[in-house]
């Protein structure tokens, strides 16, 4: 497989080798945010499901008013993610940054929704607790 690379606006050109990509613990935080955050069968179970590997800060991000979290409602919504693609960028040791493009199935009051969302966040590496997301921001969402 050939690439171009272009950075500084000098073109590099080279030949890429295949290789396995290993899951570190920060790659496995990120999957089990998108998988606690997307897949839920009442809104209040999702911020039960990622309470444990977020920040505070990060925590307080994933909340709609960004304030405090949604108040139980009538209305049914379920999610379920279909596909999840993650590009990563490890800055440091102990900070990652990643850009996850998800598609999900959301169920409002029976009525089903393809939604693709691009979900950017960072994780850091605490001192006695691991990686944890820090900093969640939605870049897009698109119903389809």
């Known amino acids: 497989?050939?690439?171009?690379?272009?950075?500084?606006?000098?073109?590099?050109?080279g030949e890429a080798k295949l290789f396995r990509i290993e899951k570190s613990d920060f790659s496995i935080t990120n999957q089990q945010f998108i998988k606690g955050f997307f897949?839920?069968?009442?809104?209040?179970?999702?911020?039960?499901?990622?309470?444990?590997?977020?920040?505070?800060?990060?925590?307080?991000?994933?909340?709609?008013?960004?304030?405090?979290?949604p108040k139980k409602s009538a209305i049914d919504i379920i999610s379920s993610v279909k596909s999840i693609i993650t590009y990563e960028n490890q800055v440091s040791k102990v900070e990652v940054w990643y850009m996850n493009d998800i598609v999900t199935?959301?169920?409002?009051?029976?009525?089903?929704?393809?939604?693709?969302?691009?979900?950017?966040?960072?994780?850091?590496?605490l001192e006695g607790e691991g990686w944890k997301v820090d900093d969640v921001e939605y870049v897009s969402q698109v119903a389809r």
């Not at 959301?106 to 966040?121: A, D, E, R, Y």
């Open 1 to 13: 497989m050939i690439y171009i690379l272009v950075l500084n606006g000098q073109i590099k050109e």
């Open 105 to 125: 199935t959301t169920t409002f009051n029976g009525v089903s929704n393809n939604i693709n969302l691009i979900v950017k966040n960072k994780l850091l590496y």
């Open 39 to 69: 897949n839920y069968s009442n809104p209040g179970l999702r911020y039960k499901q990622i309470e444990s590997i977020m920040t505070d800060k990060g925590y307080h991000q994933t909340f709609p008013s960004g304030t405090e979290l």
